[in-house]
């Protein structure tokens, strides 16, 4: 059996399981960098939603101490009611 770290058939080099690999050495810089991009537009979103979350929650509990009301109108509400019980 020929050993196939330094087997070449076709200029493919073969390690001891042959593939054949579209770029020589490394990715092309173009490819890693999408990958790059979207790791970096999930985290700002997530970042952002964590903040976002902190933000409202501390103004709900704080937002009183500033002057906001959150309290609902309380309004008393009469209207007639017609009933047609014949």
């Known amino acids: 059996m020929p050993n ?3 087997f070449v058939v076709n200029d493919v080099i073969l390690p001891k399981r042959p593939y054949i690999s579209f770029f020589s050495g490394q990715r092309p810089r173009y490819l890693c960098r999408i990958g790059e991009d979207m790791r ?3 985290k700002a979103v997530l970042y952002l939603s ?3 979350f902190i933000a409202l929650v501390a103004y709900a509990y704080l937002g009183p101490f500033f002057g906001a ?3 609902a109108p309380q309004v008393e509400v009469r209207e007639p009611v017609i009933l047609n019980a014949d």
């Open 4 to 6: 196939f770290a330094h």
């Open 40 to 42: 970096r537009l999930f």
């Open 50 to 52: 964590v903040f976002g």
């Open 69 to 71: 009301d959150f309290s």
